[in-house]
Each structure stands twice: as structure tokens, then as C-alpha cells.
């Protein structure tokens, strides 16, 4: 009987041995993969001003926002009508700030105030990795704080354009703040998670829950400080008094799906309009000139 268990316990140190080495290196290696995924969703590179609020004759001044965490945040200025209410303008992911430019001029010439700025880890000067909306909801928090305290604007009446990151933002910011009276919301989704998988999918071409829950693990492992807030919903009835305007586009059809959900559980006081093409960097021509026309219809009406 000895020696069977002697056996039996040399035959399972063996099988430890020889088995648990290449589950950690298994484990090891999909731990890089997630990482190496992550990282390059984070970081999606600088993204040259082809143009400046000069080359559309619009006035403008270099604004810095100060963060509580000590991060500022610089963004153009377009000063319009004293009084006037206050629209801010956030590209989204991979796009930079003078791809709001085109819009801010029907935008400046309802006379409304003006502010552009770049999402984390975009833009031509990248501050660090983009969070995919969990730090962009705090820097758009950040900015309306500092507007609305601004002598020169109506602080009653706010408007925010928003892109996929800057559009969830935008909504979770509106849930805070009363002021922020009309949002357009393009590409809109719930969590973070959401948006990952759509990267994934759209960069890597790869559709894998495996893949992508470990990812959205390894995201949440450089996040740990506000991983408990990765999962947070925006909490659409806070919203029911507010103009929303949803936008999707057939050039980002999982993010569409992810817009209509959210436009189908806001209560009334909401619009959703589909384009060919959801505002993207360097978006031009006709697609381009629609957009821009059916934002600024809806500021014109929502907020003068």
C-alpha cells in the first residue's frame, strides 16, 4: 500500500511537473497578447491639424483647462456673442481638434461660444493613453466646470458634440450637470468594454469573446483605480429633460447598434438620424457638409 501511494504521489509530481510549466507559459503568453492588443488600442498615434481656426477666418485663443489631478487640457476658444450659450465640441478617438473646425463655422455664425479640444491619446500632441471614456468623462466634467464659470456665456444653456469616447462623455457629464441642455451624441456607447471590442474588431479584424474578455481584463488591470467604475452604465433617466440628438453612420455599424440601444431606452426629448458615414478624422465632401448642417440645425433649435 506504501508503495502504491509513493507511486501514485511520484506519478502526480511528474504530472505537476511537466503540466503547470506550460500552463504558465500559456497563460504568460496570452497575458502579452491581451497587453500588446491594449496597448495599441491606447495609443492610437498622433494625429496631424491639417488646419486652424485661422484658415476659416474664425477668431480664436489658446484656452488651458486645468484638472484636479493636475493635468491640463488645451483647447481652442471661439468666442462668439457675449451672453450666448455655450457650445463644446470633442472629437472622438483617433481624430484631432481641427476636425470639429468645419462645424464650429455654422456654429460661430449663430453667434454661439465656442470651445474645441483633443480626447486622451489623440490629437497632434497626444496626452498620454486614451482610457476609452473612463478619464474622458472626468477632463469633460473638467471643462464644463471651467466654461460655465466664464463671465461671458449664458451658464444656463450648454451644448456638447461628441464622437463614440467624447460622446459617452458627453452624456454621462449631461447626467451631472442641469446646464447642459442639448447633446449630439455620434457613436454612443455604454462602458469602455464596448468600445475595445468594436476596436478589436475594426483594427485587428478579430471577433473573439476570448480575445476580447481578456483584454478588456488587462484594461481594467492598468486601470485599477477606476476599474470600479469600467462598468458604469450612464444613467439614462437623469437625461429626460434633456435635447438629445444620436447619430450613427453605416461606416461604423457595431458602434450604430450600440447608438440605437441607448436612443431606444432615453425617455422623449430625443432625435436619432443615421448617415452613410459617422463623423471619422478627415471626413470631407458632401457626407461631410450633411453632418455639419444637421448639428448645427439641431444646436440652432435646442439651444438659442
Known amino acids: 500500500m506504501t508503495k502504491k501511494n509513493s507511486f501514485a504521489k511520484s506519478q502526480?509530481?511528474?504530472f505537476f511537473r511537466t503540466v503547470?510549466?506550460?500552463i504558465a507559459i500559456l497563460l504568460v503568453g496570452l497575458f502579452v497578447i491581451f497587453?500588446?492588443?491594449v496597448y495599441k488600442i491606447s495609443y492610437p498615434g498622433a494625429i496631424p491639424e491639417s488646419v486652424n481656426p485661422?484658415?476659416?477666418l474664425l477668431p480664436s485663443l489658446d484656452l488651458a483647462t486645468p484638472a484636479d489631478n493636475g493635468d491640463i487640457i488645451y483647447g481652442w476658444w471661439i468666442p462668439g456673442l457675449k451672453g450666448?450659450?455655450?457650445i463644446i465640441l470633442a472629437p472622438g478617438y483617433g481624430m484631432s481638434r481641427s476636425d470639429g473646425l468645419s462645424m464650429a463655422v455654422g456654429l460661430h455664425n449663430d453667434g454661439f461660444n465656442l470651445y474645441l479640444?483633443?480626447?486622451r491619446?489623440?490629437?497632434?500632441?497626444?496626452r498620454g493613453a486614451s482610457t476609452l471614456g473612463l478619464s474622458e468623462t472626468e477632463d469633460m466634467l473638467t471643462v464644463v466646470r471651467f466654461l460655465r464659470d466664464r463671465p461671458d456665456v449664458n451658464r444656463e444653456r450648454i451644448g456638447i458634440w461628441g464622437v463614440d469616447i467624447s460622446g459617452l462623455a458627453a452624456l454621462k457629464a449631461a447626467a451631472v450637470f442641469g446646464e447642459i441642455r442639448a447633446i449630439a451624441a455620434d457613436s454612443v456607447f455604454q462602458s469602455p468594454n464596448d468600445f475595445?471590442?468594436?476596436?478589436?474588431?475594426e483594427e485587428f479584424g478579430l471577433d473573439n469573446r476570448l480575445l476580447q474578455f481578456g483584454c478588456y481584463q488587462v484594461f481594467r488591470l492598468f486601470h485599477i483605480r477606476s476599474s470600479f467604475s469600467t462598468d458604469e452604465k450612464i444613467p439614462l433617466r437623469a437625461l429626460s429633460d434633456r435635447n438629445i440628438l444620436f447619430i450613427k453612420g453605416d461606416n461604423r455599424r457595431r458602434l450604430g447598434s450600440l447608438t440605437t440601444e441607448i436612443y431606444d431606452a432615453v425617455l422623449p426629448q430625443k432625435e436619432l438620424i443615421s448617415f452613410k458615414a459617422a463623423r471619422i478624422h478627415s471626413m470631407s465632401g458632401e457626407d461631410l457638409k450633411n453632418y455639419d448642417r444637421q448639428v448645427v440645425n439641431f444646436f440652432h433649435l435646442n439651444l438659442r
Open 12 to 14: 502526480l509530481r511528474r
Open 20 to 22: 503547470f510549466p506550460a
Open 35 to 37: 497587453t500588446v492588443f
Open 54 to 56: 485661422s484658415h476659416y
Open 84 to 86: 450666448a450659450p455655450i
Open 117 to 119: 479640444y483633443d480626447q
Open 121 to 126: 491619446g489623440s490629437g497632434s500632441s497626444p
Open 196 to 201: 475595445l471590442s468594436y476596436r478589436i474588431e
